[in-house]
């Protein structure tokens, strides 16, 4: 019986999917390149408009400068869309960063040991550790909040959010470190290293970023870890039920997302050479905006690595090009408001199921004629 | 037979009479992207009659009612109502002309009650906004007629699939439309609910009501039907009146061949017991101090397959998903080949060979943002991993056997889940626990919407599977399954086991141990 069975099933599968790969083949659909690309051509217009404003604007020097912006916000967005891929949010890397940079320059300060009577001064390498490691330690309040007491992300990361922010107020007592050169007798020297020195021309920061952004790539499109992600994202309950650990990946993606949001505030303090309470105040929202506009869904599972870091790069480029044509900063933020507002719509424009474009693309072609009718 | 006359020049013009034509489709096609979906289709329902859509998965089925509802508008052609050529911009322009549709995916909200779900888009005003009394009152007396005591204020999400089903099938009645079309109403529902449906279809017929019928059941469905049609691959391929078919010549014109589902494997020795229940109880998750499952022991050996026939609400859901790690019972210990599994993750379960498919492909089987190939990799992610990196090039290999070993209709797993027909993202479901290797799989409903080739090439898998010492549970609510599939066949009810039947039962043995009458 099972040879009479098995012939009628294959053949109809074989013939509609030789005829869709040839169709295929042929398609070329502008507005849906446009479309899935618009951050890629948002980028181009972005940097040709602005070199035709200002004669500045288009100089290797220039975009270095603005690869170094990017790279703080930059960072903060790739921890960013790991969490959104889960279908949650993260609120608290601002104030994560800003806290991250008070620590370092806590330690760089020098830890006073009072029942020894002696000040430790970690080496930079040491506070760049132990500084990732409160990162990671604010990420995984969060991710246990979320996942395991079922807080709804929005409201546990809005708690630390607050909570970090206030903690890196109370270590300051509302003032900045301005001293994070270290001293050579100490052995702590080159904090500034990070935020000053190139490599091959490149600032330093900038390759943490690609790298950390690499990273991130990686893991998202060639580890269990990343399809993991999008699993738990697209559905959570079916995830689940095929042996996803969703909980863990859920802790995971805060502990990820805080250690990048550390090292965006170990980067920034290091350009800046000082480290305040209020560093970062608000960027977590430009690193969602960068997350959107690099095409990612806020309900979750859909989005990667190359459009945010896409999606940084127009924010960067944008605001750092109306700073240098001079356009008021009360205009800038119009300016930014309105592109996130338009990533959004086309966002929901690719994902609603395309029924109208479709239906308008195949009229002109004659169907074939029923074969079993009159 | 002369049944495959033309259909197109049959008269359209309106009539009162029963028989009359008052919706159809004239030369409808419909792409999507590359794929063909309808290809010049005609197709005709009739007042007061049921017209009964047959073809296999993927056919076009789905395709022809949404573009008939309103819900999707064809690429060409025209769709023609009373004798006028229309076309419905919306579901809701579509029901302002008489037209409703229960969709083969449900559409409710699950976060809102069975009466707001029931008015949603449509409550009835009152004096100080929505009359919630009134509407209430009007789901009450619905769900007595379709003989489902549901509390209208029940939430959606904490009704079973086949009570939400019984909800879907309420709204679309509440509409009191001409023209109803019903796609797959029945895949979750066993025997009796489907009775009490065909009596409101008989009582609606009477009323003049014209209907539109999509099953793969196709017994079922035989007994309704006023005409037949017949869908392959996007075209018409076979027209009849009810008095002129069978059972036989509606397969001959769906798949091209004839064949039966078959019958148990035999001839292989059964191994140890692999998975057993001692004891097991389940709590309900409205009412806790009720249980679902009642101190239930039952055991499954290598190479044996058991199938779980039962009411809905029987508890056979839940019973599986206990096994499977999805809820914990509150009594009693599950033991996978001699060791107690009660404490383990789901993860862990998989890991051990215990796969189970869900019984809602919506909710627990797919992850919709993904591809369908991701999705059939998505639960054996450990076999083509190789120290922390995934290989691109073995996963497509478990993807290309899954699709041919369940006969997705699909190209190389790249396309959305979305775009797949009903009953192939029900075989999604069913590859990717098959493509895990298991050594027990546990399987809740799985026939619901494919269509009766991919049924019987799942049950030859399943042989195949039990002749190389795969235990599997089968749950089910049709006995035609049952005595196709089963070595063994334990009825339960109420929580309980309250018969236990050997593969030589009859029909009419298992429904009375289930507490049904014995004529559906
Ligand atoms: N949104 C879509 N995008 C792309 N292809 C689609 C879409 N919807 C349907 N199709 C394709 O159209 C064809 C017909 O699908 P349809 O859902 O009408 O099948 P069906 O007869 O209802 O099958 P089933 O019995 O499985 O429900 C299938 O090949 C399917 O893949
Ligand atoms: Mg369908």
Redesign the interface.
Known sequence: ??D???????A??D???S???S??AG?FDLGRILLEGRAFFALIAIVIIFSMLSPVYFSTSNFLTMSSHVAIFGLLSVGMLLVILTGGIDLSVGSTMGLAGVIAGFMMQGVSLDIFGMTLYPPVWAVVVLTCVAGAFVGMINGVLVSIFKVPAFVATLGTLYVARGVALLMTDGLTYNNLGGNPEFGNTGFDWLGFNRLFGVPVGVLIFAAVAIACMFALN???FG??V??S???A?????????VKRVQVWVYVLSGVCAAIAGLVLSSQLTSAGPTAGTTYELTAIAGVVIGGA?LT???GNVRGTLLGAFVIGFLSDGLVIIGVSSYWQTVFMGAVIVLAVLLNSIQYK?R??R??SA??Q?T???????? | MSSEESVMDRPTAPEDATGGVVLSARNVSRSFGSVHALKSVNFDIRRGQVTTLFGENGAGKSTLMKILSGVIQPSSGEIVLDGESVSFASTVDAQRHGISIIHQELSLAPNMTVRDNIFMGRELGGPGGVNYAEEARETERLMVELDEPIDPLTLVEDLRLGQQQIVEIARALSVNSRILIMDEPTSALSASEVEVLFRVIADLKSRGVSIVYISHHLEEALTITDHAVVLRDGAMTAYAERCEIDLEWIVRHMVGENFDLGSPPTGHTMGEVALSFEDISVADVAVPERSVVDRLSLSVRAGEIVCIYGLMGAGRTELLECAAGRVSPNGGRIMLEGENISRLSIAERIERGLVLVPEDRQRDGLVQTMAVGENLSLASIGAFTRGLLTSRRREQTVIDDSIRNVHIKTDGGAAGIGSLSGGNQQKVVIGKMLATQPRVVLLDEPSRGIDIGAKAEVFRLLAEGASKGLAVIYSTSEVGECLSVAHRIVVMSRGRISAEFGADVTREEIMAASGESAEG
């Open positions: 019986m099972s009479v069975q098995r012939s009628a099933a294959p109809a599968s013939q509609s999917s005829r869709s790969a169709r295929r398609g060639r580890t269990p399809r993991w999008y699993a994202g697209g559905n309950r079916a995830a689940e039920l095929s042996g996803v650990p869904a979750g599972g859909r199921p029924k109208k479709s239906a195949k009229d072609k169907p074939p004629a029923p074969s079993g009718a009159s």
